[in-house]
Nanobody, 114 residues
């Protein structure tokens, strides 16, 4: 089992920045990929960014050039640096870890005011 705990969400003005963190614990040696998804009000959860154990990254088109995902394999933590935030980035952000199973964090709210 893998447990994921997110932190770093909050309220920010448009154009501002936030950094999300996701700390993994438990059977972390089984984790292959980690990433962030988000769920906008009334919509389905969508992929934001992923990163492999080797550091290969993948981003949604809507966040390319603004968000950066990184990973500290020693601390078993994945980060999402979010810059130039827009009101449409307002969502609950979820950390996800993929190994033998898929694990989700509890989510952290990000609110961007116009």
């Amino acid at each position: 089992q893998v447990q994921l705990v997110e932190s770093g969400g909050g309220l920010v003005q448009a154009g501002g920045s936030l950094r999300l963190s996701c700390a993994a614990s438990g059977s972390t040696f089984n984790i292959i990929n980690m990433g962030w998804h988000r769920q906008l009000p009334g919509k389905q959860r969508e992929l934001v960014a992923t990163i492999s154990g080797g550091g290969t990254t993948n981003y949604a088109d809507s966040v390319k050039g603004r968000f950066t995902i990184s990973r500290d394999n020693v601390k078993n933590t994945v980060y999402l640096q979010m810059n130039s935030l827009k009101s449409e980035d307002t969502a609950v952000y979820y950390c996800r870890a993929v190994g033998p199973s898929v694990y989700w964090g509890q989510g952290t709210q990000v609110t961007v005011s116009a």
